[in-house]
């Protein structure tokens, strides 16, 4: 018996309305979405690809675009690739591929690749250590136990290891070779470093002197390292007969790359990510649970511009080394939250049109339980508008509150609905506690400001919303490409 294909219409279409496989550059998924790098943007047909089952909706976010599927995406990006072949590398040879631009989004398109292959360790890595909290605050284990010792190194490993873990996902995204990759990112954790740097030994290469920099848990150092390996690299295989490759290629790319990573690299890439949370904390704490509430109110709108992807390598890095996130998360979870709410209030709105009713009570509940939006954003919200303004309503005053009360995250949440709430869990239970409640506030706010602004309408009304609907994404599609 054949097995069952639950995407197949995505699976069987998708890459001939993308325009050919030859087109298509780049192929990886995130959280909800499914991921796509092509040369030429004109040949993709955005709206016949909207139409396909199961998919919720599509958007561009720069050069690469994204096809909304929910929380199942992992299965979708599996059977496309089963059914095309395609095998989420770089699909063509990399002189075939035309020159990017270099903006913000390049370069943010760039960072997210490296990165996102990354969640499911980080998120499993970080919920050991929301566990062992668990375990503290119950009296279950005590931080001598022997099982507390090895479910924490468990844990810790997740992060400590990010240079190396870095190494092979930027590598592959940057288009150069993963082992080497990985080695420029052990060298900066070698246990015979770490020992120097933590003894105070100070340490030269030729004469030039090494920084004493502690690199484990960072993210930058190893995507800058090897976002110039992959140009020396290249530079070693162009020039360098065939008959000799094998061994000149990675030895000569080492022999420059170790030294200019040591010296300068690996210092720099350090700096920026110590800074990029040293920028979110004086955010935060100059514009204190204020900041929260604009933030959350604002998130739906960052999500559809793919804006949201450059909150990871922060969130990535806090967790790493700061151990907790006082900002982006609570933002994040109150606002999904109260997109299903503003949901819930359309259908319980809703009288005429069973279709529209049974739909945004679907959507409300996968975005409250799973922190799956889109189908809720897509489908109802942004359609309507109404219920999006009674949403930002809601997640202003509910993420204010838990802003205000001082909420925190304190690992990478799977699920940004109830399901990920425990990792709201600090060393006292009334972190969580504050941050459900916060989250109730936004919902109840959220789906009284829905009810009283939404009002049911007719068809032809509808069909306008949709062209409406379509006229915004363009301008936004076209705002963040520029």
């Known amino acids: ?252 790319t080492l022999l420059i790359m170790a030294p200019l990573t040591l010296w300068l690299l690996a210092p720099a890439g350090s700096f920026i990510g110590n800074y990029l949370i040293k920028f979110i904390l004086w955010f935060y704490q100059t514009t204190g649970f204020l900041g929260v509430a604009v933030l959350s109110a604002a998130f739906p709108w960052i999500v559809m511009t793919g804006m949201h992807s450059a909150f990871m390598p922060y969130l990535v890095q806090a967790f790493a080394s700061v151990g907790n996130d006082p900002l982006i998360l609570v933002a994040n979870f109150v606002s999904n939250l109260d997109q299903g709410a503003a949901a819930l209030a359309v259908g319980v709105k809703t009288h005429h049109n069973e279709k529209l009713r049974s739909t945004a009570f679907t959507c409300g509940i996968t975005a409250i339980v799973a922190g799956v939006t889109e189908p809720a954003m897509y489908g109802i919200n942004f359609k309507y508008m109404k219920p999006m303004i009674g949403a930002m309503i809601g997640s202003f005053f509910g993420a204010g509150f838990a802003g205000f009360m001082g909420v925190k995250a304190f690992a990478l949440a799977g699920s940004a609905g109830l399901f990920g709430t425990p990792v709201f869990i600090g060393n006292s239970i009334m972190t969580l506690v504050w941050a459900l409640l916060g989250m109730l506030i936004g919902m109840i706010i959220s789906f009284i400001a829905t009810l009283i602004l939404y009002k049911e309408e007719g068809p032809e009304v509808s069909d306008q919303k949709d062209s409406n609907k379509k006229a915004v994404e363009a301008t936004v599609s076209d705002a963040v490409t520029a």
């Open 1 to 252: 018996m054949a097995k069952k294909i639950k995407y197949s219409d995505i699976a069987d279409n998708v890459v001939d309305l993308l325009g050919g496989k030859d087109n298509i550059v780049f192929f990886t998924h995130c959280v909800t979405r499914l991921r796509f790098n092509v040369k030429d943007k004109a040949s993709v047909k955005k709206d016949e690809i909207e139409k396909l089952d199961k998919v919720v909706g599509t958007q561009w976010s720069g050069e690469q675009f994204q096809i909304i599927i929910g929380q199942d995406v992992g299965t979708a990006y599996n059977e496309v690739r089963q059914s095309t072949g395609l095998t989420g590398d770089g699909e063509v040879p990399a002189d075939d591929i035309p020159k990017k631009k270099f903006s913000f989004m390049t370069v943010m398109d760039y960072i997210a690749g490296s990165i996102t292959p990354l969640i499911p360790l980080l998120i499993g890595g970080g919920m050991f250590k929301v566990l062992l909290l668990i375990f503290q605050i119950t009296g279950v284990l005590t931080t001598k136990s022997p099982s507390y010792v090895v479910l924490n190194f468990i844990g810790d490993a997740a992060f400590y290891f990010l240079p190396v873990f870095v190494g092979a996902t930027a590598a592959k995204k940057f288009g150069t070779n993963q082992g080497l990759g990985m080695l420029i990112g052990a060298m900066l954790i070698d246990p015979n470093f770490v020992s120097a740097v933590s003894s105070g030994k100070s340490l030269s290469l030729i004469g030039i002197p090494v920084f004493s920099g502690s690199y484990g848990n960072m993210i930058f150092p190893s995507i800058l390292a090897i976002w110039i390996m992959s140009y020396v690299e290249k530079a070693f295989t162009r020039w360098t007969p065939d008959s000799l490759k094998s061994l000149v290629v990675p030895f000569g």
